[in-house]
């Protein structure tokens, strides 16, 4: 245990206490309203403990109404209060206008979360902790957490029970690490981030040269960069640079089930779907979309705002706000044309034969009668 220094307050922080931590959310329809900017219409004092979808409400539950096939079930929904457009001014529970009923209810769902989350606060004292670690205030440690020698832990970052926290990374403050995560040596986290179960930081990148008929392997010396803010789905994976790093640019948002290959730099507030894989030393702009199942392939540079439709095969570079899609991928309202173009083919071959066969007849029509005027 030697060597743990308890961050800006310089005191060792040794396994103590433990335990998990609930909060009970309860407002009244005023309460949010104010919070949201919303107007209601109906009680003002109706409680709200929980929040539902419009047909699974019930008493004490917030639900919204997200466009007018929902609009029916205002008449039927047991919810008590409901998120609705300006353009609604009437139903038989206490109603909530806004302007994006769709944006106030997730604000609304940010803080049930946040209110309602088990959190566990503590070092457990199973944690192994290993030689000059530095704790920030208030890290929590579940059990059988690993921090190897030399690691960082920012301020109220929370690593669940199973993470392994490698040689020299460094993790950034309120940063949520989930269960069976693991942090390789060498890789930086930044502020505020949330890695889900399973993720891997820092595998070695998929490096390999052929010799004399087998692989050798090329060693994978970098690291990988984590910004700020930046959630990272279960069971992703993001590789280590062959050197330098690989960076993932903050705000990014990133699905489950996600494979980055080494190199990769992802700029900031993209987002990547679930089972897409993004091969070594692409360049992802900001405030680009790649669709599920999407494949990008290496050393291409996509450029600020592309969209890549899910399942695409992305094999050029692709210039600042362009929306792609299909394999090999190409402009959207292209593609569309080509598969609306391809599910046609068999009336326009149908089509086609009759043509030919029709023109066979009037060729045989025309050289019989030549051959009658002779």
């Known amino acids: 245990m030697a060597g743990i220094t308890g961050g800006d307050s310089g005191q060792a922080k040794p396994p103590g206490s433990f335990r ?15 919070q ?4 209601v219409i109906g009680d003002r004092d109706v409680r709200i403990t929980g929040v539902n ?27 008590a209060s409901v998120l609705v457009s300006p353009d609604i001014t009437e139903g038989h529970r206490s109603l909530i206008q806004v302007p994006n009923p769709d944006l106030a209810f997730a604000r609304i769902l940010q803080d049930f979360a946040a209110e309602r989350t088990h959190r566990p606060i503590g070092i ?32 109220a970052a929370i690593l669940y029970p199973g993470v392994y926290i490698g040689y020299g990374a460094q993790i950034g403050p309120g940063t949520v690490i989930y269960p069976n995560t693991v942090v390789l040596e060498g890789v930086t986290v930044g502020a505020r981030c949330i890695l889900h179960s399973g993720v891997v930081l820092g595998a070695d990148g998929f490096g390999f040269a052929p010799l004399k008929g087998a692989w050798t392997k090329i060693p994978q010396v970098g ?6 803010d930046v959630e990272i789905g279960a069971n992703t994976a993001i590789d280590r640079a062959t050197f330098g790093a690989t960076r993932i640019g903050s705000g990014t ?7 980055i290959g080494h190199n990769v730099e992802i700029g900031e507030h993209s987002i990547v779907a679930g089972t897409a894989g993004i091969a070594g030393s692409a360049v992802i702009g ?16 996509i450029g600020d705002n592309v969209q890549v439709a899910g399942f695409s095969g992305v094999t050029k570079s692709i210039t600042s706000g362009q929306v792609v899609s299909g394999f090999p991928a190409i402009d959207h309202n292209r593609d569309k044309r080509i598969q609306a173009g391809q599910r046609m083919l068999p009336d326009a071959l149908r089509r086609l034969r009759r043509i030919e066969q029709r023109v066979q007849e009037l060729e045989e029509q025309l050289h019989g009668k030549a051959a009658d005027d002779r």
């Open 124 to 155: 457990h004292p199973t944690v192994v902790i290993g030689g000059n670690v530095s704790l920030g205030k208030n890290v929590t440690l579940g059990a059988y957490v690993v921090l190897a020698d030399h690691c960082r832990i920012g301020d």
């Open 223 to 228: 690291t990988v960069i984590i910004g700020d």
């Open 20 to 34: 998990s931590f609930q909060n009970n959310m309860s407002k009244t329809v005023a309460e949010i309203a104010e």
């Open 53 to 79: 979808g419009i047909r699974e409400a019930g008493p004490g539950d917030l639900t919204f109404v997200r466009s007018a096939r929902y609009r029916p079930f205002l008449s039927t929904t047991k919810a």
């Open 253 to 259: 948002k990133i699905d489950n089930l996600v494979q």
């Open 36 to 39: 949201i900017g919303g107007v």
């Open 286 to 301: 900001s405030h680009v979309m790649i669709g599920a199942g999407a494949g990008v392939a290496g050393h291409l540079d």
